[in-house]
């Protein structure tokens, strides 16, 4: 049985003026962007974690993404690239983390989410 997920679990998926081809992701439920939780841009790196954050897309490549459909799992799934390392959100478990973070793209249907 699939649940319709709370405010918490909803993204909009907003263009970024500075960025043409990149979208800011915003929390309906906290107003926030989707975040890379670095410092500093040159230190992102297979595994960095992800986070909510004040948004300013126009300023932060950390939270801007490129949307990419993928060609596995049906029409409606997407890699979600960020534009500091193009790197892929990524949920794998195997990891060892029970946090969202960036990997390189591999089309593992950890990276594949969901647009509704």
Known sequence: ??????????WLIEPVGSAPGFFALRNVNSNMC??????????????TTIQQWDCFPD????????LATTTSGGPSNLNLI???KSLCLDND???GSPFLHVATCTGATSQMWLEQ
Request: include cysteine; proline fraction near 5%; aromatic fraction near 2%.
């Open 93 to 95: 478990p195997g990891t």
């Open 34 to 47: 989707l975040d890379l939780h670095v410092g500093d841009i040159s230190n992102v790196h297979d595994g």
């Open 82 to 84: 960020n534009a500091a």
């Open 59 to 66: 300023n932060i490549s950390s939270e801007r993404w490129r």
């Open 1 to 10: 049985m699939c649940r319709r997920p709370g405010a918490n679990q909803n």
